[in-house]
């Protein structure tokens, strides 16, 4: 079993921990390096790696510290390039969107986790999704964030790490309240995940082994993280958990 664990989820910043009990994998570096390194402490002796979708701050603020410190960087050649300001090269390596990439042990001698990346939709330069398995427990872990898009299906999940970011319905009433600026709309349908595109994206996957789907990304304007839950909820079948900035 893949414990899952989260310090900051949303626009101001994000960062997961993936633990299957052997080794650590963290997701995004969203928040300030020390936040990290200090919400993890209990984790980092076994942390192999951190996961960089894009290089917008919110998922890539602490990188360079994380860099710093010895933590390896895996995201692709445009996210490296647009951060500018790592500055431990040997921290850093470089994955392709449908090139697998494995994760060795902190001594170098066993591989410990398995990674597919793809492609994401989101104005980045180079951004990507995870398609991770765990040598552990066998089990496999999609992570999709800031994309308005899925290019594939996926077979044999046991856990789904989603961004439900907003809902249509939400995004018209805040803009006529004057919490949202009409002119985000088009960006919002064109680079995060909505509702409905989780709807669509769960119906187009096998489910059959899915142990639980993880809601993330959600927009504090634009969102409703207990009505998202329960919709996917009752969709699915499937235990849902809402992760949420600590």
């Not at 995004?28 to 002796?45: F, M, T």
Request: aromatic share 8%; hydrophobic share 35%.
């Amino acid at each position: 079993m893949i414990d899952v664990r989260c310090l900051a989820s949303g626009s101001t910043g994000n960062s997961y921990a993936l633990d299957d009990g052997r080794s650590v994998l963290l997701l995004e570096a969203g928040i300030s390096g020390k936040r990290i390194l200090g919400g993890y402490r209990d984790l980092l002796p076994r942390v192999i790696g951190c996961l960089v979708s894009h290089e917008h701050q919110d998922h890539a603020k602490g990188a360079a510290e994380l860099a710093r410190r010895g933590i390896p960087l895996y995201a692709s050649a445009g996210t490296f390039g647009a951060i500018r300001d790592i500055q431990n090269p040997y921290a850093l390596h470089t994955i392709r969107a449908r090139e697998a990439v494995q994760i060795y042990s902190q001594d170098g001698r066993e591989v410990l986790w398995t990674v597919l990346p793809w492609e994401a939709k989101h104005d980045a330069a180079e951004p990507l999704g995870f398609l991770l398995q765990s040598r552990t427990t066998g089990e496999k872990i999609l992570f999709a964030t800031d994309t308005y898009y899925i290019p594939y299906t996926f077979q044999g999940l046991d856990y789904i790490l989603l961004e439900c970011n907003y809902s249509r319905e939400l995004l018209q009433e805040a803009i006529e309240d004057g919490r949202t600026a009409p002119e985000q709309t088009r960006r919002l349908y064109q680079s995060h995940f909505g509702l409905r595109n989780v709807l669509d994206m769960l119906r187009a996957n096998d489910l059959s082994r899915v142990q639980r789907i993880y809601l993330i990304h959600i927009s504090r304007e634009n969102g409703d993280p207990e009505t998202f839950a329960k919709q996917v909820r009752a969709f699915t079948g499937k235990p849902v958990t809402v992760l949420t900035t600590r």
